[in-house]
């Protein structure tokens, strides 16, 4: 079993900057590639950016040049670095890992952290 918790999220204004934090905790050595999505009210959640443990990295293309996301190994750590917001970025941010456990694919959501890009 692979735990998530996810932190950063808040209030910020157009063109502003946050950093997401989400630490993983338990099976890590099971995990393949972790991830962040976003669901805004009403919509679908959505990939905003995932990483796998090799160092592959996605972006949602309505978000390329403007976040960056990060995994540190080390410590089970994985980040999105998130510049230049606009109010459209507001949203319920989920970390996501997907991994493998004896021979059966799983995927673990965190409990998400609202961004909010407001003025």
């Known amino acids: 079993q692979v735990q998530l918790v996810e932190s950063g999220g808040g209030l910020v204004r157009p063109g502003g900057s946050l950093k997401l934090s989400c630490a993983a905790s338990?099976?890590?050595?099971?995990?393949?590639?972790m991830g962040w999505y976003r669901q805004a009210p009403g919509t679908n959640r959505v990939l905003v950016a995932s990483?796998?443990?090799?160092?592959?990295?996605n972006y949602a293309d309505f978000v390329k040049g403007r976040f960056t996301v990060t995994r540190d190994n080390v410590n089970n750590m994985v980040y999105l670095e998130m510049n230049d917001l606009k109010p459209e970025d507001t949203a319920v941010y989920y970390c996501?890992?997907?991994?493998?456990?004896?021979?059966?694919?799983?995927?673990?959501w965190g409990q998400g952290t609202q961004v909010t890009v407001s003025s």
């Open positions: 996501r890992a997907d991994g493998d456990e004896s021979g059966h694919d799983f995927s673990t």
């Open positions: 338990g099976s890590i050595f099971s995990i393949y590639a």
């Open positions: 990483v796998t443990s090799f160092g592959k990295i």
